[in-house]
């Protein structure tokens, strides 16, 4: 599967912007989907992971009740909505998708990933 991350950009501190992964050569219904983001000079972090269906969702402390992945398997999509961003939230960030055998499990370990979109930069001021 391929997947192409969009949506990034630059946005004051307490703004709002909806990253978009679109993936092709598959469906994504039977895999977990999660966003991963990586600042200069550390190494790439988890944010969140959404289950196949999306029921089950998990996300990175830092983020929890500011950040929400939605995903439309119809559309072969997943989304990652960021409200009240934070220069700290500043870095480049990649979906991901992970080819694992069960419909409720979304996991936060990058190497569990199994393929990866390209990246776009989110650039929070303050």
């Not at 944010?47 to 009740?65: D, E, I, K």
């Not at 398997?73 to 009240?84: E, P």
């Not at 694992?100 to 303050?126: C, H, K, L």
Request: with cysteine.
């Amino acid at each position: 599967v391929q997947l192409q991350a969009s949506g990034g950009g630059l946005v004051q501190a307490g703004g709002s912007l909806r990253l978009s992964c679109a993936a092709s050569g598959d469906k994504i219904s039977g895999y977990a989907m999660g966003w991963f983001r990586q600042a200069p000079g550390t190494e790439r972090e988890f944010v969140a992971a959404a289950s196949w269906s999306g029921s089950y969702t998990t996300y990175a402390v830092s983020v929890q009740g500011r950040f929400t992945i939605p995903r439309d398997n119809a559309k072969n999509t997943v989304d990652l909505q960021m409200n009240s961003l934070k220069p700290e939230d500043t870095a480049v960030y990649y979906c991901a998708a992970d080819l694992v055998g069960s419909p409720i499990v979304a996991r936060p370990a990058p190497a569990e990933y199994d393929y990866w979109g390209q990246g776009t930069q989110v650039t929070v001021s303050s």
